[in-house]
């Protein structure tokens, strides 16, 4: 899923999105996930729905 879905159900902007993600980001570097990277692993998605109460 790319940031932009999640985005999207999550009901924010793109660039509010991103702030919400680096809050998480120590989490996220752990699986892999850069600032830089746009489709996110199965992994990264579950943790920012669960962290960010976002339902898909």
């Known amino acids: 899923m790319y940031k ?3 985005a999207q159900a999550a009901g924010v902007s793109q660039r509010t ?3 919400y ?3 998480q980001q ?3 570097k752990k699986l ?3 600032p830089q990277t746009r489709l996110l692993p199965p ?6 729905c669960d962290n ?3 339902e898909i």
């Open 26 to 28: 120590a989490e996220l």
């Open 4 to 6: 932009s879905e999640l």
């Open 32 to 34: 892999g996930v850069t």
């Open 52 to 54: 960010l109460c976002i």
């Open 21 to 23: 993600v680096q809050l």
């Open 43 to 48: 992994k990264a998605v579950k943790l920012l």
């Open 17 to 19: 999105f991103s702030r």
